[in-house]
């Protein structure tokens, strides 16, 4: 009798698991702003998620029960490295599987305003990236776009959406999201997909195994260093004949609009995921050129106040749906070798001129 109450209860009370709020942290340890985060905290709630802002340090206790982990730009003066303490934290907790990680990067360009550090926050988001083996990564670079619709090129307003149905729960109902202070993402996966060797590749044209792009920027952007440390990893970057960044008009080159840039002019990837990464295979990574919070013109802005009128637009929804993504645990599905080990046995000659013309050809610029 005992025995039947006692299986009875169990078929009818959720476990501790399950009545667990899956917690989604937020980085606000390395001098990422505030703007934003009301609006994203609205958005986890409503959606059965507890938030967690990181203020001192990321590290293991912080990271106890995390679902999800956002670390969005260090946009401000109070920008500090990642330590290799909280590196090791982030690793650990991405290992133990059934994570997601969402890392964003920012331009290069830092030549006004709040804008005091460059380079950093670039080599900050993939320096997580490495750590835990992602198959993308940020680019050294800048992005621009020239529109009437927006008053300066670095706001971004990418409208090219990626329907596929490996990433459609993520884009539905998304049409234009604003990158302010962009810069790209780029894959990064071994040479012809079994190689024992790693390369940059431009996402717009080739592919990784396992990652898929969401966000193009759509026609007439540009990409272009603005710190000398920065080498784009797989694009060839814009460089002005009169050596000017393209910032404040389209036709700073020379008198002819358009003359030098529409040549530079292409389409970018702006926002990837992998899928089925980590040891386990199945955690979950986002990378996205800018931040989902954290300034003035971050992801998470509904409308965007345009020259000629107000854009709506749809990014509150698309964090919506990354983190309801997030939260699905989903293991690889097996399947055999796809490159039978003795390949690399009995063709090395035919493979050493493989990497020397892969090599030859890793940075390319995009054309529409």
């Keep these: 009798m005992f025995v039947l109450i006692g299986l009875f209860i169990l078929t009818i009370t959720p476990s501790y698991a399950e009545k667990q709020v899956p917690k989604v942290a937020i980085d606000l340890s390395h001098g990422q702003g505030k703007e934003g985060l009301e609006e994203l905290k609205k958005i986890l709630v409503e959606n059965g998620f507890e938030p967690v802002f990181i203020i001192q340090k990321i590290d293991k206790t912080v990271l106890e029960n995390v679902k999800i982990l956002i670390v969005g730009e260090p946009f401000y003066e109070e920008y500090k490295e990642l330590g290799d303490d909280e590196l090791k934290a982030i690793v650990e907790w991405f290992n133990e599987g059934g994570k997601m990680l969402w890392v964003s990067g920012a331009c290069d360009y830092n030549g006004t305003g709040g804008l005091k550090i460059g380079y950093e926050k670039i080599e900050f988001a993939n320096k997580i990236l490495s750590a835990v083996g992602a198959k993308i990564r940020v680019e050294p670079a800048s992005l621009v776009k020239y529109s009437k619709e927006t008053s300066e090129v670095l706001d971004v307003i990418a409208d090219q959406i990626n329907p596929d149905k490996e990433v459609k729960e993520l884009t539905v109902n998304v ?18 997909g079994f190689l024992p060797v790693y390369s940059y590749i ?4 080739e592919k990784a195994q396992n990652v898929f792009w969401l966000i193009k920027t759509g026609p007439h952007s540009i ?14 970057p814009y460089k002005c004949p009169l050596g000017e960044l393209p910032l404040t008009a389209v036709c700073v080159c020379g008198k002819e609009p358009w003359k030098f840039e529409e040549e530079a ?9 992998e899928k089925y990464a980590g040891p386990k295979q199945n955690n979950k990574i986002v990378v996205s050129g800018s931040s989902p919070y954290g300034e003035e013109k971050s992801l998470i802005l509904p409308v965007y106040h345009g020259i000629l009128k107000n854009i709506t637009l749809g990014g509150p929804i ?19 070798l796809f490159y039978p080990m003795f390949l690399l046995v009995v063709i090395p000659p035919i493979i050493v001129v493989l990497v020397y013309l892969k090599l030859k ?8």
């Design 175 to 192: 049409s234009k999201v604003l990158f302010y202070g962009s810069t790209i993402v780029c894959g990064y996966e071994r040479m012809f």
């Design 361 to 368: 050809t890793t940075r390319v610029k995009v054309s529409v």
């Design 202 to 205: 431009p996402l717009e044209i």
């Design 223 to 236: 990409i272009f260093t603005a710190d000398e440390r920065s080498i784009p990893y797989a694009h060839e």
């Design 318 to 336: 698309l964090i919506k749906n990354i983190v309801l993504w997030g939260a699905k645990t989903e293991k690889a599905p097996r399947s055999p």
């Design 265 to 273: 002019m292409g389409i970018y990837v702006v926002m990837a995921v």
